[in-house]
């Protein structure tokens, strides 16, 4: 999760033009140590869910790969959402 948010984060700081580069380092930290809780949160324990329940054979393998598919669409566009959430605020931040 901390690779996907720093990967983000990069993208979206990188076009910034900032006078101060320290803190537009420390803001990107910043967001870095909010967002990677998060989404490990959101996705990680419904992965950790669904893998259990196909271990235990609670879900059969199709439901699973379906659960699956769904689980990594959601995260894909959260994440777009989320780039955007993240450039607004690294420039909200910069602005004061």
Known sequence: ???ITSII?????????TENQEAL???VNVIKLIF???????FLTVLGN???KLKDKV???DKAKKRLLFILIAF????????SYI???ITGVLRI
Request: proline fraction near 3%.
């Open 1 to 3: 999760m901390y690779f």
């Open 9 to 17: 984060c990069s993208i979206q700081s990188s076009g910034l033009e």
């Open 25 to 27: 380092k420390q803001t």
């Open 36 to 42: 990677t809780p998060t989404n490990a949160i959101m």
């Open 50 to 52: 669904t893998f259990g």
């Open 59 to 61: 879900i059969e393998e």
């Open 76 to 83: 894909v566009v959260i994440l777009i959402f989320e780039s």
């Open 87 to 89: 450039k607004n605020f």
